[in-house]
């Protein structure tokens, strides 16, 4: 099983930032694409952003575009999701998972979450 720890979430106001990280958990990161998805209540869960496990191949989603920044520290075993100018539609619980590149499609198991609640 691929687990993860994510965490980093909180309450921003709306041009805010905020730094997600995501921690491998019993294997090693740096084996591995990763991806960032989001699940906003009531809503699917949805890819926003995912990063090769070399870290050169990077694919964002159009509202992330501009906006958040995917990065990953194989040397530590995490991932980043930088989130600059956030806005109330940002609010979601977000999770990371180990994926396929190609595709982003999520292999690995969800972990928690950490929610960000972007308000003023």
Known sequence: QLHVVESGGGLVQ???????????????????????????????????????????????????????????????????LQMNSLKPEDTAVYYCSAVIYETCFPIGSWGQGTPVTVSS
């Open 14 to 80: 709306p041009g805010g930032s905020l730094t997600l990280s995501c921690a491998a958990s019993g294997f090693t990161l740096d084996a591995y694409a990763i991806g960032w998805f989001r699940q906003a209540p009531g809503k699917e869960r949805e890819r926003v952003s995912c990063i090769s496990h070399t870290g050169e191949s990077i694919h964002y989603v159009a509202s992330a575009k501009g906006r958040f920044t995917i990065s990953r520290d194989n040397a530590k075993n995490t991932v980043y």
